[in-house]
């Protein structure tokens, strides 16, 4: 009986001891939430649509280009060192920011925003092709400033 009354305290010892390591482990464990998708647009003639997009933590933020040509997306102020899995059209730099590559006329960017703050960005599209230049229509690039608030 002794013996009995021992390993059933033995095993609820463990128990405990098991159920805590697993809650620590889970709270060590960033969280991630998802919260849907905001879609901009991006023009050459009117720029960025919305200027200003305010979001919550865990959105899909979602650039498609309809400016007719190539544009580069670059984010200016606070630089986003974390983000949902598979962002497209962004990659790592150097120092662990997140930097958009070129994004073709239609072709999509996107990256799901997890960290909260204020991220300011620039879009270029660059000059008229050069078949056009060469005809005397010389069009200098253009650069459009928008701005995400995750909360």
């Known amino acids: 009986m002794k013996l009995l ?7 609820a010892i463990l128990l405990v001891s098991l159920s805590g390591a697993i809650a620590e482990e889970q709270a060590a464990v960033p969280e991630k939430v998802l919260s849907g998708q905001q879609v901009i647009t991006l023009h050459y003639s009117t720029g960025i649509k919305p ?15 309809q400016a007719t040509r190539p544009v580069s997306i670059k984010f200016t102020g606070k ?7 598979n962002p497209v ?13 070129k994004v073709k006329f239609g072709a999509v960017a996107s990256m799901c925003f997890i960290e909260k703050g204020t991220y300011k960005y620039k879009v270029s ?12 229509v010389i069009e200098s690039g253009k650069e ?4 995400i608030v995750v909360e």
Do not use: H, S
Request: charge should be positive.
């Open 5 to 11: 009354k021992t390993l059933v305290m033995l095993i």
């Open 89 to 101: 059209n962004f990659t790592k730099d150097v120092l662990g920011g997140f930097i958009a590559k």
């Open 51 to 65: 200027e200003t997009l305010t979001v919550n933590r865990g959105t899909t933020v979602i650039w498609i280009n």
């Open 79 to 85: 630089e986003i060192t974390a983000a949902c899995e």
């Open 125 to 136: 599209a660059p000059t008229k092709m050069r078949a056009e230049v060469q005809k005397g």
């Open 144 to 147: 459009f400033e928008g701005t």
